[in-house]
């Protein structure tokens, strides 16, 4: 999911949240890495 920084924040966000997963566990769920994940929630 690449994109506006601010929607996939939000998004990641709830994901993570809602179902309990990891940052780890995300990033193939969205495609993107790690590093971003960590970048974009915090």
């Known amino acids: 999911m690449k994109g ?3 929607e996939r ?3 990641l ?3 993570i949240v ?3 997963e990891t940052v780890r566990n ?7 890495s ?5 970048t974009d929630v915090s």
């Open 34 to 38: 790690k590093s971003t994940v960590h």
């Open 4 to 6: 506006d920084p601010e």
């Open 26 to 32: 995300a990033t193939p769920v969205f495609g993107i």
């Open 9 to 11: 924040a939000i998004a």
């Open 13 to 15: 966000g709830e994901y």
């Open 18 to 20: 809602k179902i309990g």
